[in-house]
């Protein structure tokens, strides 16, 4: 099979990214001396970098794969929020959906950055749970995208207040309701208040931590496969797809299975891998891509992001590439 197609019709689709966005703000130096105040470096500033974080680099992927990606969020009416939307509209990602509050802040994680190297991190946020104006006023943005159509939903949590446990299931029958596809990338907190979704993607640690187990799937994976079982009894979700880190990409659904193996890379970092991981899957299901297909693609493009440095998103050329490559020997 040629995937030339499947990728060109990415730009059909429009996905709203709902959860926690943040700012990343770096401060860049050098360091020629100790303080004389305390036993710590002195940075000497050269310049300062502010990026889109959290379920924002979900919203980059999709971008960069071609498709049109609104996000979905509550962030604060501060400073910070104005940068954050003024990022948005540079990378042409639609802050249609964005909700700025007066009472939280938006998050903010700044580093201190000297020869590529992060000496300290300073976050700047609340974690406590939007409220329910906040909640409702975020509905309301999420039912007017529905003028233009909306092709499918990506819950990205990051445990900071935003997806709460009433909102989830909101969301869910909103999107029932209005055929709308379902994918989530999970955190422990609402581990398990993502019933009936169409596709389901924690990393293996997730996976464990949310169902209160432990295993080795280097020496049995039929522990997997039975803690995945466990997992669709909870949520009866259509998909399971778990990243387990170098050994590739577990995928279920209902009694097929398929496991991804992991191609060999020269991995670098594996920041933000699997915010490509669930934006490649999210498409690749609205291309009525068939479970391994989903797997094995999203498996490379995971793969591919970790061979460089910092938080990046997938080429799409470079994924087409690959996938041509190692799918259609």
């Known amino acids: 099979m040629n ?124 974690t406590a749970p939007i409220s329910d104006e906040e909640s409702n006023e975020l509905m309301k943005k999420l039912n007017s995208l529905l003028i233009d159509g909306i092709d499918a939903i990506i819950f990205e949590d990051y445990n900071k207040g935003v997806l709460t446990e009433s909102l989830i299931q909101q969301i869910i029958a909103f999107a029932k309701l209005n055929h709308i596809i379902t994918c989530v990338d999970p955190k422990f907190e609402n581990f398990l208040s993502y019933k009936t979704v169409d596709l389901f993607k924690p990393n293996l640690k997730e996976l464990k931590e949310g169902l209160k187990c432990e295993f080795n799937i280097q020496t049995s994976t039929n522990k997997l496969i039975d803690a995945v079982s466990q997992l669709e009894q909870k949520l009866n979700n259509l998909i399971s797809l778990i990243t387990l880190s170098e050994y590739g990409v577990f995928v279920k659904k209902g009694d097929l299975i398929h496991t991804a193996k992991a191609h060999p890379r020269n991995i670098s970092d594996v920041s933000g891998a699997g915010d490509t991981v669930i934006a490649v899957a999210c498409l690749c299901l609205l291309s009525n891509l068939s479970y391994k297909e989903i797997a094995e693609i999203s498996n490379i493009a995971g793969g591919l992001v970790c061979e460089h440095a910092g938080v990046i998103s997938i080429n799409k050329d470079d994924l087409l590439e690959e996938v041509n490559k190692l799918l259609t020997q």
Do not use: W
Request: net charge neutral.
């Open 3 to 126: 995937y030339n197609d499947v990728f060109d019709s990415f730009s059909n689709f429009r996905v709203v990214v709902v959860g926690d966005v943040m700012l990343d703000n770096y401060k860049i130096g050098k360091v020629h001396r100790m303080s004389p105040e305390a036993p710590v470096p002195v940075v000497l500033f050269e310049k300062e970098e502010n990026r889109i974080g959290g379920a924002g680099n979900v919203a980059l992927n999709l971008i960069a794969l071609g498709a049109k990606p609104i996000v979905c969020s509550v962030i604060g009416a501060d400073d910070a929020g104005k940068i954050l939307v003024d990022k948005f509209t540079e990378n042409a990602i639609s802050s249609a959906g964005i909700v700025q509050s007066k009472n939280r802040p938006t998050t903010v994680k700044s580093r201190i950055i000297s020869n590529k190297q992060q000496l300290l991190r300073i976050d700047h946020e609340t």
